[in-house]
């Protein structure tokens, strides 16, 4: 079967050929209507899961956990800082953000509860982004369904190649270590320290998590669905309720991958940190694009299409692309790696003692290579030194580094984190502006005061 594959860069050439001779589809959504959508920053609101309709639409259709959020929902939303995610969020791990859950860093140094947090992040700590809310499914009754002009025979959406969660237990797992983390992570800083209103959620740093990720590879997945060589992209849809944007229905939540990607490293995963996926992150199975914008890993995954031919969604074209000044005018091409970052594992506006050592800890990493260099600076960016790398970098996960400082004199203090990649990626002092204020990079200034 692998014979059958060209190369990455010619799928690739094939791909632009067929999106430039204007052969893309986007099912479901007029084009007129995402244009609209450019223009707002709306709230996002979900219909219920009962007034969905449409090819897309599986038969394990989710009963949803919490109730949407928005006058569509009808259930009871959850108790709790966040309707529609189903785990406790408790404030000294969580900070919530509208449908979201943002992870705060300080409490990765443990406190009254436990020991400093590892490599990976623990499930019941790991931040949320739900475009609407998280769905129950019956493991049991999940099917994942493909189909498609990109598969021996193009079966259809309606007769689709099936997957049973045992099915897929049956083939060859594989184990991947890798972050997960919003393209807007750090999106607040555009604001606070460049002066830039974006609209979206207004995430600090916690917008990530890592995990031990255990599944099946969907290369496996699709070669034995009969993928073929006019396969052009691979597009998982979930099975969460739908969102709606000033009034226009997105659909499913759902992104194309290119061909090459979706058989390079891309895993249907099963398993979060050695248990079964628990359902605010995706079960019984979810999607893990590693390295790329969290976008791309999609959750509660129902259905994928293997097509002939570029797909279009709001997610891969309108949304997740850089508009602005700096972009050309009909915007960048859609995000696919993330950019570099760091993060104190230090509560901002911290008091720290005079006189005495503080061990700061904090990560950093970068979608495109390991992290090779973290600098610290203590005195608002006048001088740096070397931060201690505590991990082995490594591609797709982020480095603990710690960095020794005894601050003598009481007062106000800017700490900065710059880390550096293997391919020379660095931390600017100032972010690229894009209207929807993605792929925030820039050092960020984190303010303690000595006392
Ligand atoms: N998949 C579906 N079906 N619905 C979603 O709302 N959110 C995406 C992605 N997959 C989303 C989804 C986004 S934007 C991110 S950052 C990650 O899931 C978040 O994964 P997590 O909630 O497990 O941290």
């Known amino acids: 079967m692998s014979a059958q594959i060209p190369s990455e860069a010619a799928y690739d050439r094939l791909r632009r050929r067929q999106w430039l001779a204007g052969e893309a589809r986007a099912d479901g959504i007029e084009r007129r209507d995402l244009l609209r959508l450019l223009a707002s920053a709306g709230a996002v609101a979900a219909l219920p899961a009962g007034a969905l309709a449409g090819a897309q639409r599986a038969s394990a259709a989710p009963a949803p956990a919490a109730g949407p959020p928005g006058p569509a929902g009808g259930a009871t939303p959850a108790a709790g800082p966040v309707p529609g995610i189903v785990k406790p969020l408790p404030a000294e791990w969580f900070v919530p953000r509208g449908t979201n859950a943002e992870m705060r860093f300080d409490a990765l140094r443990g406190g009254a509860d436990g020991g400093p947090v590892g490599r990976h992040v ?19 009754d999940w099917r994942l369904r493909i189909f498609g002009a990109g598969l021996r025979g193009a079966p259809t959406a309606g007769q689709p190649v099936e997957f049973s969660l045992d099915d897929l237990r049956g083939l060859p797992s594989h184990s991947i270590g890798a972050l997960i983390e919003c393209a807007g992570n750090g999106r607040s800083f555009y604001a606070s320290q460049q002066h830039r209103t974006v609209p979206g959620t207004q995430w600090t740093l916690g917008g990530i998590g890592s995990a031990r990720w255990r599944g099946v590879r969907l290369a496996e997945v699709l070669r034995r669905a009969g993928l073929t060589a006019d396969a052009v992209d691979v597009m998982p849809a979930g099975l969460d309720p739908e969102p709606v944007v000033n009034g226009v229905n997105l659909g499913r939540v759902r992104r194309p991958l290119p ?16 248990e079964p996926l628990t359902p605010d992150h995706g079960a019984p199975v979810r999607v893990v694009v590693p390295g790329w914008v969290g976008i791309a890993s999609v959750k509660w995954v129902g259905t994928v299409e293997v097509a002939d031919r570029p797909l279009y969604s709001p997610w891969n074209t309108d949304s997740y692309r850089l508009f602005g000044p ?56 006048r001088r740096w030194r070397r931060a201690e790398l505590r991990d082995e970098p490594r591609p797709g996960n982020w480095t603990r580094w710690t960095f020794d400082w005894r601050p003598e004199r009481p007062g106000p203090y800017e700490l900065r984190a710059r880390a550096t990649d293997r391919r020379g990626n660095t931390q600017p002092e100032v972010s690229l502006f894009n209207r929807e204020g993605y792929l925030f990079d820039a050092v960020v200034v984190h303010p303690v005061t000595v006392g």
Not at 259 to 274: H, I, P, S
């Open 259 to 274: 061909v090459a990607k979706a058989l390079d490293d891309v895993l249907l995963a099963y398993e979060m940190n050695g």
């Open 326 to 381: 700096d972009y050309p005018p009909g915007g960048s091409a859609p995000l696919t790696t993330q950019v570099v970052k760091s993060a104190f594992e230090l509560a901002r506006d911290a008091v720290l003692p005079a006189g005495r050592t503080q061990h700061l800890h904090g990560r950093s990493w970068s979608g495109a290579a390991p992290v090779r260099r973290v600098e610290v600076s203590v005195d608002g960016g």
């Open 122 to 140: 623990p499930v019941e700590r790991f931040f949320v982004r739900n475009h609407t809310s998280t769905p129950l499914i019956d493991a049991a």
